[in-house]
Nanobody
Framework: QVQLVESGGGLVQAGGSLRLSCAAS????????MGWYRQAPGKQRELVAG???????RYGDSVKGRFTISRDNAKNTVYLQMNSLKPEDTGVYYC?????????WGRGTQVTVSS
């Protein structure tokens, strides 16, 4: 049983920073891409950032230059450093991982940016 557990969400003022973490646990082998998606109220879930096992990175257009994704393969953990946060970054952030050719999702962590 694979689980993804996110942490690090919260309330922050515009211009502030937060760091999200997501650790994969369970019967794990072959972790490929890990990443973050977010969903704001009334909107579709969208890609924030993804990183492959080889370190190839992709960012959503709205977060380029402000967010940084990284991973620790030994710990099966992915991180998202979020700087210069804006109110429009508010939403539930979900961790995603491709493990042994299956996609897994975390339960999500709330990020709220006040103006």
């Amino acid at each position: 049983q694979v689980q993804l557990v996110e942490s690090g969400g919260g309330l922050v003022q515009a211009g502030g920073s937060l760091r999200l973490s997501c650790a994969a646990s369970g019967s794990i082998s072959g972790v490929n891409t890990m990443g973050w998606y977010r969903q704001a109220p009334g909107k579709q879930r969208e890609l924030v950032a993804g990183i492959t096992g080889g370190g190839r990175i992709r960012y959503g257009d709205s977060v380029k230059g402000r967010f940084t994704i990284s991973r620790d393969n030994a710990k099966n953990t992915v991180y998202l450093q979020m700087n210069s946060l804006k109110p429009e970054d508010t939403g539930v952030y979900y961790c995603n991982a491709e493990i042994s050719l299956r996609m897994y999702w975390g339960r999500g962590t709330q990020v709220t940016v006040s103006s």
